[in-house]
Every structure is written in structure tokens, then in C-alpha cells.
């Protein structure tokens, strides 16, 4: 998930709220009330009973859960999950997790929350005792027993799981964060939901028992609020009903093996303070994130494992999509193999009456969603908070993904002609997506981190974003044949082995770790995750190509070609002609994510993760004239030429028909319900001069500058860019407002830089140097200057005049941005710690 596409599940407290309030604040936990029966199988007589991991009961009459528990001061994992989303601001699958137990204090029963963050792993039973009571633990609900029967208490649990666990009642109104376009309209406002107990319940498909673990689901139902952000969050934003999962799961023994953690691996980290660390050893202990997987014969090259990771396939899914899953999921084995296991990983498909839920089976579901051709995926974890050993691994795919690969495939193929079959090249495109969709998302419960600096090692590792590989034959037309790589990469294989390998009884496990990844190192590998997004450029989403500035020139002439030759054959037969426009959009924005990659070169900073004498360099800038080879790069995606649509084509898109509306995953405009090709090239402008402009890219030219003067400064790229832009010759006619839109970003972006307080003062303050260039120049022209030209000047000045009258309120309309593409895959979410 991108591009944070996803909030991060971080280790906190779990707080009870009470089931009729949804708070802003941690709520206190709740107490109930009511008088023992004289025993619980004469409490439960008439109820359905249900055993595994923890028994419960279930009474029919009153829809209420009763828990039998057997053992006090006995930890077990509890984790809280969303089973269902409602929008951005409570997307499916956010989930947090810790070690609880249930403790009896007088005739109250409570559920207990450790602090698990601070210990003191080596000390003794006193420093133990004093670390645990120098810091708070969390009183998760409290109960009274209903039935008493021995050491056994019953509670009713009803309440407990009909309640908002995760504070979704003042998310679901908070404002949105800003993303895409959201079609030509905009839903907006914002306000607290609560949970309305009356249109409330157990859910009881997803109320089950496990010998391991123990599941509880409720179906909620928030009331009071108003939606906030793009879109409705329900058909009725009065009541937003949604399902919110519990699990009570047993912890694993403590035969597991941990594994410190390297900075190098792309491996998830584990922490914790631990107190009693010698005073020559730093307090956060860190570790890695992995399953449990042992040799049975630890000194054999190879050897099979002790006990198999086991991923079963959703059965739901449809045949072609399983297959593809399992195939993919399959590509892993290859990693294990170079890690000296003989049939350690293996991918099935799920058995007849397993359940998914089910602690023991780690699995891939296909889900279904509505209304996004870009829909979620993403790979979870269950993790032991004690060890950071992953128990089970979840990944959720949904069941739209591939066709925005489709879409895609349709767009530079344009495959429907009257009267011919159509390629089967689209399809085998989006098959070959899943493949490696199965592979990235497992990748994250084997506690992988993304690296997005595998394309400029020719693919070397599934949990990179790949974008398609588009070739072209000797006669213009498109080759998708060699889209998406096959099998498992080159840094999945040595990440694996510094992971999971084994070593011979007696082997100095550090030291072997360390040649492997020294090893690593000596072949070329880099590990660059979602930090290295923003300076690094080889650390690109999306990308496919070692060099980004002759990938990027590469792929605008491949857009052109299909652009001037776009027409009704990217839709099927009897489409409205209209939907030409989403077909349209992936492929006029074929190019916007090598803008982004190909911006990093300018005031880019190429890193790496380096240890003390790893030999690896710390830091190097950008050679300046590759810097400047990506911003002329940039230019030519502003061109007017690069921007303009054909006459013919523009002419082919009428407003929506009924039916058909406008929505997320088409263009913005300013002309009402017609197709707009200027706002639709504002969109793709708008990524590359806001990405120039960027306030920290600002203030690297400027440091980087004042370090080493052959660097390109901020000035000197403001310069060059207004040069390309307000100071290049007018063209006429349509492409001439295109320059007039491109001109208007250019000042708009860079009055925000001077206004901008987040930014540092040298940066704000070039910038005004350079407004005041650009202002003395348009006073200069405005006098002979042509009637189009002349009102672009004027409107430029009034903005200025605004801008320099009040700087700190400064607020210029916002440009046009484009529909959110990304086929986002949101990874590395842990249901214990963070995920990226």
C-alpha cells in the first residue's frame, strides 16, 4: 500500500469504549453487573455451546455471547481488527494487537493488557517487578461473573464486542486526507458517529472457535455523524454499518529463535526497551519479523524443515485466479531452496470445510469489492508481541485488482475491431499481474519490507511495484509479452537466506549472518524501502528501467503513438462513446510515475542503509548533469505538444450519458459536464511542476548548492524554468492555452513556495527573488504584448498583487490532479506492530 497508502498499526493500548459512546479520548473501561448462578452449566443450559480455544455460549433469545473462562493469569494474544471499511478514513484491515489476560480481582473479572513495550528480558525477579511498576498496563473491560462454577467464571461478553474497539466513530467524520480527483463532485463535512446498540449484533458467521484461537465479530451500526471526504461512506451517511472482528489466540512456546535485526535485510523490525540491557549495550533491543522454520538436519546443505510454511488459496477465488495465485505464491520456494531448504515453503489450495479463520492455516483471500478497479491488497500478519515470531500470515487481495492491468492492456492495444476476436494478450497480461501480486503480498507475512530499488537491477525482487514492461516491435506495435517478470527475484533469494537459513550447531549464527549479507552487498544488491521514496532515485514505485530520464522519454513517444492513434477500439461494442475517457486516463497518464521518479534526480540524494565498515557509502549527491538531463526530461512533459490531445479524439468524448456518471476514476474539469482537455492536461502538468517545486527539493538545491557550487541551486532551476515556461515564444490556438495553464502552475506553485512557512528561509526567500524577476519581466512585456498574452500577464500580476499583500493568508485555487492510478498494494501491516 504506496505510497502510504495505508495508516500505520503501531503497538498501542487497547481501550474499551462503551458500546452507546464512540470518544476522541480513551475511554474508560466498563464494569457490569449482575448476581453468580449457583453454576454455569445450569447458567447455559438452553444455550448453544461452542467449543475450542476459549468455550462460549451463545443464547438465542437475547443474540448475547457468554465466555466461560477457565484460567485466570494466563496470557493469550488478543487482536482487533476492521472486518469491514467505511472510506478512507476507516479502511478494512486496520487492526492492533497485544498479549492480554483475564485476572480476578474480588468479585470483579477484568481483561488485562500488559506493557509488553518495556522489560527487562535478562534481569531478575526484582528488576523484573521493578520495571513493571514503573509503568502503566491497561484495564481492557472489566466483568462480573454470571455463573461461578469451581475455578471457572462465566461472563457475558456481549458488550465487549458490541462496542467501537477502535475509535471508528470520530474517524469516520474526521476530514479526509486529500487524494484524487473525486469525478466532478465532492461530498464534504464531518462529525463524531457513535454506535447505535439498537441496529447492533453479534455477527455470528464470524463468531467461531478454533482449538488455537477463539473469534468474535460484531456488526455495528454509527449514527449521529456526518461523512467527511470524497464520496459516501454508506447509502445512508445516518447509518454506517460496518463489522469489527476480535480474537482471542494462543501463544506459541517459547522455542523460537530470534534473530537480530539489520537494517540491510528489508526485513520488519521488532523492538523493545529492555531495562536490564548492560549499560554498554544500547536500551531498544531490535530484532527481525519471520516465521518459525528450522532444519530437521541443521548441518546438511539441504534439508527439508522441521515443519513446512503452509499458504492455502482461497477456494472462492475463480479458476484462472487461482491458479495464478498459487503459482505465484509458489515463486517463493525458489528463495527457500537458495536458503538450503528442501520443500519448506509451499502454497495449496485451501481444504473443503477449513475455515480461513482458523489460526493454523496462513491464507490468501479473494474478496470482493465494489467500485474500484484499483482495489486494496494487502499482506498481514499475526505476531507473537513477546518474540516478534509470525504465526499466521493474511494476505487479502481483492477481486478488481487485475482489471486496471485490463484497462491498461485495452488502452495500448486498442483490440476491439467489428468482427475480429479479441487478443487473449490482455488477459494473459492480468493473469501474470496476480502471479506476481501473490508473490509481493506473501512476501510481507514472511516480514519483508517493499525495496523499490530492485528495477535498476533488472527486477531483482517481487516486493518492488512493477510497473508493465511496454516494448515495441520492429512495426510501432505494442509488446505486453514480457509485462510483469516470472519467478522470484535475485534479492528476494539473498534476502531469504539471511532471513530463514539455518545454520550447523555450533555455527557463531552472527557471523554467518554477516557474510551473507556481505556477500549481498558485493554482488550490487541495494535495499531502499518507502524512505528512500522522496530523494533517492533509484528508489521508484511504479518504474521499470534502470536509467528513469531515458525510461521517461522512452514511454511519452510510446504515449504519443497511442494517443494519436486512440479511437473507439480501446472500448467494446455498443460502449457509450463517452467511456473512451476511461480508458483514456491510464493511458494520457502513462508517464506519471517516471515524472516522479525522474524529479528525484534534482536535489536528489543517492543513500544507503550502511553499518560502520560495510564498505557501502553513506551518501552521494547527484551529479549536476544528470540533474539537469531530468529536468529537461520533466520539460518535454509540459511541452504543449506532449500535453495536446488530437482534434478527432477530443471531438469523440461527449458528457456522460445517464448511467454512466463521472466519477473517480475519470477527469476533472471547468466546463461543466463536457469533456475538458485543458483540465485534463492541468492534471498531468500539474505532477511535474508541483514536483519541481516541491519545498524539499527546494531546500536540498539550496544546501546541496552552498556545499558544492557545480550543484544546481534553486535559482538557477527556477530560472531555467521560467525560461521554459512565461519566457518561451506564444503559440497560438489550442496548445497555446495549454502553455498559458502550464505558465499559471509554474507562478502558482512557485508564490506557494515563497509562502510556504515549512520551508526554510533561504528557500522562501529565493523564491521571492525570482517572483520579482518574473513580475519585472511581465511589466516589461505587458505593454506590446498580444490580447491572450496580455490577459495571461495580468491575471499573473493580480496574483502577485494578492500574494505580496498578505503572504501567510495566500491561497491559490488548487490545480486540477489526477485520478488516483495507482493499483496500490499496501504491505508489511503487522495486526502487532507498524506496517509500511
Request: net charge negative; with cysteine; proline share 7%.
Amino acid at each position: 500500500m504506496n505510497k502510504k497508502f495505508y495508516a500505520l498499526v503501531v503497538l498501542v493500548p487497547l481501550f474499551a469504549c462503551p458500546p452507546l459512546l464512540a470518544q476522541t479520548n480513551p475511554p474508560v473501561a466498563r464494569t457490569q453487573s449482575a448476581a453468580p448462578a449457583t453454576s454455569i452449566s445450569d447458567f447455559t443450559k438452553d444455550f448453544k455451546k461452542q467449543e475450542g480455544y476459549f468455550t462460549f455460549y451463545y443464547d438465542e433469545k437475547t443474540g448475547k455471547v457468554f465466555l466461560e473462562i477457565a484460567q485466570f493469569d494466563k496470557d493469550f494474544l488478543y487482536f482487533n481488527s476492521l472486518t469491514d471499511g467505511a472510506g478512507r478514513n476507516a479502511e478494512r484491515g486496520g487492526a492492533s494487537a497485544n498479549v492480554a489476560r483475564f485476572i480476578k480481582v474480588g468479585p470483579k473479572v477484568f481483561l488485562l493488557e500488559p506493557n509488553l513495550a518495556y522489560r527487562a528480558g535478562n534481569g531478575n525477579a526484582d528488576e523484573i517487578k521493578t520495571v513493571e511498576g514503573s509503568f502503566a498496563k491497561s484495564i481492557i473491560w472489566g466483568f462480573a461473573p454470571v455463573a461461578l462454577e469451581g475455578d471457572r467464571a462465566l461472563i457475558d461478553l456481549t458488550p465487549f464486542i458490541i462496542r467501537d474497539s477502535q475509535n471508528i466513530g470520530a474517524t469516520i467524520g474526521a476530514p479526509a486526507s486529500s487524494g484524487g480527483a473525486g469525478g466532478r463532485g465532492a461530498a464534504t463535512g464531518g462529525a463524531t458517529y457513535r454506535v447505535d446498540e439498537t441496529r447492533s449484533a453479534v455477527y455470528l458467521p464470524n463468531t467461531k472457535n478454533f482449538p488455537k484461537n477463539t473469534e468474535f465479530e460484531a456488526m455495528l451500526t454509527f449514527a449521529g455523524g456526518a461523512p467527511s471526504g470524497r464520496g459516501n461512506i454508506a447509502p445512508d451517511a445516518n447509518a454506517v454499518t460496518i463489522r469489527m472482528h476480535q480474537s482471542f489466540v494462543e501463544l506459541p512456546d517459547d522455542n523460537f529463535k530470534q534473530r537480530k535485526f539489520d537494517p540491510r535485510s528489508s526485513y520488519q523490525l521488532f523492538s523493545y526497551t529492555d531495562f536490564s540491557a548492560p549499560m554498554s549495550e544500547p536500551l531498544v533491543k531490535r530484532f527481525t519479523r519471520r516465521h518459525r522454520l528450522e532444519k530437521k538436519d541443521p548441518n546438511a546443505k539441504v534439508s527439508e524443515a522441521v515443519e513446512p510454511i503452509v499458504y492455502y488459496i482461497d477456494r472462492g477465488a475463480p479458476a484462472p485466479i487461482k491458479k495464478a495465485l498459487i503459482e505465484g505464491g509458489t515463486f517463493w520456494n525458489e528463495a527457500f531452496e537458495a536458503a538450503g531448504y528442501k520443500n519448506a515453503f509451499q502454497v495449496k489450495e485451501l481444504p473443503e470445510g477449513a475455515d480461513p479463520m482458523d489460526i493454523r492455516y496462513n491464507v490468501v483471500n479473494w474478496i470482493t469489492r465494489a467500485g474500484s478497479p484499483r482495489a486494496f491488497s494487502y499482506g498481514s500478519s499475526y505476531s507473537d508481541p513477546r518474540t516478534g515470531e509470525i504465526i499466521k500470515g493474511v494476505v487479502t487481495l481483492g477481486s478488481d485488482r487485475h482489471r486496471q492491468d485490463y484497462l491498461i492492456a485495452e488502452g495500448l492495444l486498442q483490440p476491439y475491431t467489428d468482427g475480429k476476436p479479441v487478443s487473449k494478450v490482455m488477459e494473459e497480461m492480468a493473469i501474470s499481474r496476480i502471479r506476481q501480486l501473490s508473490a509481493h503480498e506473501i512476501g510481507h507475512t514472511l516480514g519483508l519490507n517493499h525495496n523499490f530499488a530492485a528495477s535498476p537491477k533488472e527486477r531483482t525482487s517481487v516486493m518492488d511495484y512493477p510497473f508493465p514492461r511496454i516494448k515495441q516491435k520492429a512495426d510501432g506495435s505494442i509488446d505486453l509479452s514480457d509485462a510483469y517478470a516470472k519467478g522470484i527475484g535475485s534479492w528476494d533469494k539473498r534476502a531469504i537466506m539471511w532471513g530463514y537459513s539455518d545454520f550447523p550447531k555450533g555455527a557463531d549464527e552472527n557471523a554467518e549472518l554477516d557474510k551473507i549479507m556481505n556477500e549481498t552487498l558485493k554482488e550490487g544488491f541495494q535495499y531502499i524501502p518507502d524512505i528512500g521514496g522522496y530523494t533517492h532515485p533509484n528508489a521508484n514505485q511504479w518504474e521499470d528501467d534502470e536509467n528513469t530520464i531515458t525510461e521517461l522519454n522512452r514511454l511519452m513517444k510510446i504515449r504519443r503513438m497511442v494517443l494519436d492513434n486512440f479511437s473507439e477500439k480501446a472500448i467494446v461494442k455498443d460502449a457509450p462513446m463517452a467511456t473512451l475517457e476511461e480508458v483514456l486516463v491510464p493511458i494520457y497518464l502513462l508517464h506519471r510515475y517516471e515524472i516522479e521518479a525522474v524529479a528525484k534526480n534534482i536535489g536528489g540524494l543517492y543513500f544507503t542503509h550502511a553499518v560502520k565498515n560495510d564498505g557501502q557509502k553513506p551518501t552521494k549527491m547527484v551529479e549536476p548533469a544528470q540533474q539537469w538531463a531530468a529536468f529537461d526530461a520533466l520539460m518535454a512533459t509540459v511541452s504543449p505538444e506532449a500535453l495536446a490531445l488530437p482534434e478527432s479524439l477530443i471531438q469523440k468524448i461527449p458528457p456522460r450519458p445517464s448511467g454512466y456518471p463521472a466519477s473517480a476514476e475519470t477527469f476533472s474539469g471547468y466546463t461543466g459536464p463536457t469533456f475538458d482537455p485543458i483540465a485534463t492536461a492541468e492534471a498531468a502538468a500539474n505532477e511535474t511542476i508541483s514536483s519541481l517545486l516541491n519545498p524539499e527539493r527546494a531546500s536540498r538545491l539550496v544546501e546541496y548548492n552552498s556545499r558544492d557550487s557545480e550543484q544546481p541551486g534553486l535559482i538557477a532551476v527556477v530560472e531555467k524554468l521560467i525560461a521554459k515556461t512565461w519566457k518561451a515564444e506564444p503559440v497560438p490556438g489550442y496548445k497555446g492555452q495549454l502553455q498559458v495553464m502550464v505558465n499559471n502552475l509554474t507562478l502558482k506553485y512557485l508564490l506557494q513556495l515563497a509562502a510556504n512557512s515549512r520551508a526554510g528561509e533561504n528557500v522562501r526567500g529565493e523564491a521571492l527573488l525570482e517572483i520579482s524577476e518574473l513580475k519585472s519581466w511581465m511589466n516589461g512585456k505587458l505593454a506590446n504584448a498580444a490580447p491572450k498574452q496580455k490577459a495571461n500577464i495580468l491575471y499573473a500580476l493580480s496574483q502577485i498583487k494578492e500574494f505580496e499583500e498578505s503572504p501567510s493568508k495566500f491561497q491559490p485555487e488548487p490545480a486540477q490532479v489526477m485520478p488516483p492510478g495507482a493499483p496500490i498494494g499496501m504491505g508489511g501491516m503487522d495486526f502487532i506492530d507498524d506496517w509500511e
